[in-house]
């Protein structure tokens, strides 16, 4: 098989033959043709090609690097990768230097050696950031730089196992001719620590600033570059802030961490539903608890609406944290299919936390707590909202009720309304399933129709 694929080229002009010959039918040079073998290996030397190999005889990728803060791992899919990417994208002032500095403080107490790139803020800024939060250690190492050759140059000689770029925006290298942040710059610099990263094993973080009315082009660019996107969220006066991954080639992209901005950094929030509740006050109208998803966790939280006559020809209707159409819908339908009347008042409605949720099984709660605030007559505090409701005022099962009836019971929450469409025999859910047709048949159990 060997032999017959062997292959002579001339070293003069590379024809190529099947056959030695002992003058090149191209160039006509004497003594020219060489076996391919030859060519081929002093070819791929040259090129640094490399050999293909055997699948099953690659080795996975080293152990995993725990952070050690078990939010930001379990985004991460288990801990950090060796030799990955991570961009870490989100608006100014969320958090995003804040979270890397914790997190690489931690990865240093655990003992990995740590480089912190700023070309955001000054040494001094960082360093008192530092010393405020308690995230100083030895084995942590600053520099503030935005020249990438020069940070490339620290890194080969401090050969560090986790470096934080803070931010891909700031960063220049010297041979592309544009400012910092242009698109050239920031696709030659993410390539630039790519290398590094694949090369040496280095866990590169990257942060990209994000702005509200969407993804700057670059952060978009460096998001098909890097093996893992995650992004930190919140609202700049709400303490609450979420993490999570939009793309990760080393775990899931529905795991997020929630975290809570205080005045000694960034706190985890491990048990995120109590943390929503602890926040209730006593029970009052106008609030209904419910339980949403955030990516395949289910979180308690609680919706709060205020009804009050309107002064206006319009009545007004105003959401926070919740599509103000989806909010427009169900006034719609607790108007129209419950009597409900709101016509004379205007509606407002947020979801605690600041949260941001989309999810249509959220509606149920909404229409509670609307209904609840507008009779003023208070829910039960154990009773919990779960539920679609469509344009005819009908309440529609929703996706992953187990794990949302699991989150409910955990907390305490003895009563749950539900879709009379709800699949039967739910398994082993240690609360009073309430199940009920429609929007009407719910008010009314609850006496706030
Ligand atoms: P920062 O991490 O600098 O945000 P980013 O890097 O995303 O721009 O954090 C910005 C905000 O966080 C800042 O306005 C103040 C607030 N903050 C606290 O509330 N507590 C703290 O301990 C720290 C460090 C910051
Ligand atoms: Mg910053």
């Not at 801990?79 to 608006?91: D, Q, R, T």
């Not at 007004?316 to 108007?335: N, P, Q, W, Y």
Request: proline share 4%; net charge neutral.
């Amino acid at each position: 098989m060997k032999e017959e694929r062997t292959l002579y080229l001339c070293s003069e002009c590379g024809e190529g033959s099947a056959q030695w010959l002992g003058r090149c039918p191209a160039c006509g040079s004497f003594g020219t043709m060489e076996k391919e073998s030859k060519h081929y290996t002093a070819a791929g030397a040259h090129a640094g090609g490399r050999e293909p190999v055997r699948m099953d005889s690659v080795e996975s990728e080293g152990p995993r690097l725990m952070v050690g803060m078990p939010e930001f791992d379990r985004v991460l899919g288990g801990g950090a990768v060796p030799g990955s990417l991570v961009l870490l994208g989100g608006e100014p002032g969320i958090g995003k230097s804040t979270l890397l500095l914790q997190a690489a403080f931690s990865l240093a107490a655990r003992g990995a050696r740590v480089l912190m790139v700023s070309g955001e803020e000054s040494a001094a800024q960082i360093g008192s950031r530092a010393r405020r939060i308690g995230s100083l250690h030895p084995e942590l190492l600053l520099l503030c730089e935005t020249d990438v050759e020069a940070v490339l140059g620290a890194a080969q000689k401090m050969s560090p196992e986790v470096m934080v770029v803070d931010s891909i925006q700031t960063m220049r290298c010297r041979d592309v001719d544009s400012t910092p942040g242009a698109l050239n710059q920031m696709r030659e610099s993410v390539f630039r620590f790519q290398a590094l990263a694949k090369e040496t094993g280095t866990v590169v973080f990257l942060v990209g600033h994000v702005t509200k009315e969407g993804i700057l082009a670059g952060p978009r660019l460096v998001e098909h570059m890097v093996d893992c996107v995650l992004y930190f969220e919140g609202e700049r006066f709400d303490a609450m802030r979420i993490l999570r991954a939009v793309k990760n080639r080393y775990g899931s992209v529905s795991e997020v961490g929630i975290y809570e901005m205080t005045d000694g950094g960034l706190r985890e929030v491990e048990d995120p539903s109590q943390y929503f509740l602890d926040r209730r006050d006593e029970p009052v109208s106008g609030t209904a608890a419910t339980v949403i998803m955030e990516g395949r966790r289910p979180l308690v939280v609680e919706v709060q609406a205020l009804v009050v006559p309107t002064r206006l020809p319009t009545p007004k209707r105003v959401s926070t944290g919740m599509d103000h159409r989806r909010l427009a819908i169900d006034v719609a339908v607790l108007e129209r299919k419950a009597r409900v009347k709101l016509a004379d008042r205007d509606v407002y409605v947020g979801i605690t936390g600041g949260l941001r949720v989309s999810e249509p099984a959220l509606d149920l709660g909404v229409c509670m707590a609307i209904a609840s605030s507008r009779q003023d007559r208070t829910l039960p505090r154990e009773a919990v909202f779960i539920g679609e409701v469509s344009l005819t005022g009908e309440v529609r099962p929703v996706s992953k009720l187990e794990d949302r009836l699991r989150e409910a019971a955990r907390l305490g929450f003895s009563s749950v309304v539900v879709s009379d469409r709800a699949r039967r025999g739910l398994a082993a859910v240690p609360a009073k399933l309430i199940r009920v047709r429609d929007v009407r048949q719910a008010l009314a159990a609850f006496d706030v129709a």
